[in-house]
């Protein structure tokens, strides 16, 4: 079993920042994928940031400059740091992890959202 566990979301003013989190845990052997998703009411999840093992990152056109993905291999967390918040980023906002796991292979898994509401 692996878990995905996200953190960190809260009201914040426009302009404001936040800083969200996601550990994985569980029968893992190697973390591939970790990343950012999001979601806004009415709208499709989209891609926010992701990340490789390998160290490559990658962001969506709306938050570069703005949003920092960060990795710590070691204790398997993946942290989103959002700095100029801006109305339109409120959304749930979901961790995803491509784990390779001990006994079962490769697999996808998410975590179950943390809101951020981004709002004067």
């Known amino acids: 079993q692996v878990q995905v566990v996200e953190s960190g979301g809260d009201l914040v003013q426009p302009g404001g920042s936040l800083r969200l989190s996601c550990a994985v845990s569980?029968?893992?052997?190697?973390?591939?994928?970790m990343d950012w998703y999001r979601q806004a009411p009415g709208k499709q999840r989209q891609l926010v940031a992701a990340?490789?093992?390998?160290?490559?990152?990658n962001y969506a056109d709306f938050v570069k400059g703005r949003f920092t993905l960060s990795r710590d291999n070691a204790k398997n967390t993946v942290y989103l740091q959002m700095n100029s918040l801006k109305p339109e980023d409120t959304a749930v906002y979901f961790c995803?992890?491509?784990?390779?796991?001990?006994?079962?292979?490769?697999?996808?898994?998410w975590g179950q959202g943390t809101q951020v509401t981004v709002s004067s």
């Open positions: 990340s490789t093992s390998a160290g490559t990152t």
């Open positions: 569980g029968s893992i052997y190697s973390i591939y994928a």
């Open positions: 995803h992890a491509a784990v390779d796991t001990i006994v079962a292979g490769l697999w996808d898994y």
